[in-house]
């Protein structure tokens, strides 16, 4: 959009009267060139405002809460004309913005594109949004006024806050990608090493073409490895949090789920979630959804009443063999608070005192 003052629009009257009325050359020329200049900066003004662009090289961002992310984006002039003065304010709005350097003054070359980058944290988890970006810039002259505002929306998801939380597991079913000393687990299409023959070992376990080709018994050794599958419950029951700490205390819950949720995926384990909380979420566990977890994690809010269910008794037979299944609620953040005031180094899932038991039933 292209503004004009109402002093350029006076100058125009005037410089329109100078060379129509006046009879005098010199001042008609004067005038004429006044009228000119104008012209030429009002088209000036309209190519810049049709060629200055911006972008962002991405239209989504993922960060936890109190983490820093680096947002950048792109102005662009495609015209041939430079813009002298061009400055840039990209809307960011309930983030915090380090140095206020989501805006500034930069000078654009012709065909030029200049990387523009700033820094941003967030106090809560929730979905944030930047953009749009508003660009203003003038003619040389500054006689007109051109004000873009680009979209160029960017969709920030701000997840809970990481902390210190080792979540243990124990073997589910073999052949899977966490290792383990109990030979119960060899997973058979994983041959690690060959040894010579014990007596007592099985005869299907000899590698004969190896035994052949040495002159001596030797016995297979495999990898032992199991699969143990997360289910993660999280109770954000108003009623079961007490009042005074209850916003609290519902937040380093969700915080402590989020942890789990991303060890499974440390672990490369399938995992699963449900709440008692805004929109009751059920999702069985599978592979590579770990983020869609956190996502939804990073907009639940606590749900009116009290938890009328044992979740443990309710999913227990839902859920595939071997399945670990977590309890986060109420007790299990008071735990975390105690241990964490006195022991820093064992925050483990094991002494939070989360329930985790592993479901026997196929389903």
Not at 93 to 105: A, D, E, H
Not at 293 to 302: A, H, M, R
């Amino acid at each position: 959009m292209v503004k004009t003052s109402s002093l350029v629009q006076a100058a125009l009257i005037i410089s329109a009267s100078f060379s129509l009325v006046i009879p005098f050359r010199i001042i008609q020329f004067i005038g004429w060139c006044v009228f000119f200049i104008i012209c030429l900066m009002f088209v000036y003004a309209r190519i810049l405002a049709r060629s200055i662009k911006a972008d962002r090289p991405l239209a989504q961002m993922h960060l936890a809460s109190k983490e820093r992310a680096e947002i950048r984006l792109a102005i662009k002039n495609h015209s041939v004309l430079p813009a002298f003065i061009c400055y840039y304010s990209d809307d960011a709005p309930y983030l915090y913005v380090f140095g206020n350097k989501n805006s500034g003054i930069i000078f654009l070359r012709p065909r030029e594109i200049r990387q523009v980058t700033y820094r941003i944290a967030a106090q809560d988890r929730g979905l944030y949004a930047a953009g749009p970006l508003r660009i203003r810039t003038s003619d040389p002259l500054g006689l007109f006024d051109v004000d873009i505002e680009i979209a160029c929306k960017l969709a920030i998801t701000v997840r809970p806050a990481r902390i210190r939380l080792d979540t243990r597991t124990f073997p589910g079913f073999p052949q899977g990608t966490l290792r383990t000393d109990n030979p119960v687990y060899e997973d058979i299409t994983l041959r690690r090493s060959v040894r010579e023959y014990i007596s007592g070992d099985e005869q299907k376990r000899i590698n004969w073409r190896l035994s052949a080709k040495f002159g001596m018994l030797l016995t297979n050794q495999y990898e032992k490895s199991y699969d143990a599958p997360f289910f993660v419950f999280l109770n954000l029951a108003e009623d079961d949090y007490a009042l005074r700490t209850r916003s609290y205390h519902c937040e380093r819950a969700v915080e402590i789920a989020a942890a789990i949720v991303e060890a499974s995926r440390q672990k490369k384990q399938r995992c699963g979630f449900a709440a008692y909380g805004s929109g009751f979420p059920y999702i069985r566990p599978k592979a590579n959804q770990a983020d869609l977890i956190l996502d939804i994690l990073s907009v639940i809010k606590t749900e009116s009443g009290s938890l009328p269910y044992n979740p443990e008794a309710k999913f227990r037979h839902q859920l595939p063999a071997g399945t670990m299944i977590f309890t986060v609620g109420p007790r299990e953040v008071e735990n975390y608070f105690a241990r964490a005031d006195s022991a820093r180094d064992e925050l483990n899932t094991d002494r939070l005192g989360i329930a985790k038991r592993a479901c026997n039933g196929l389903r």
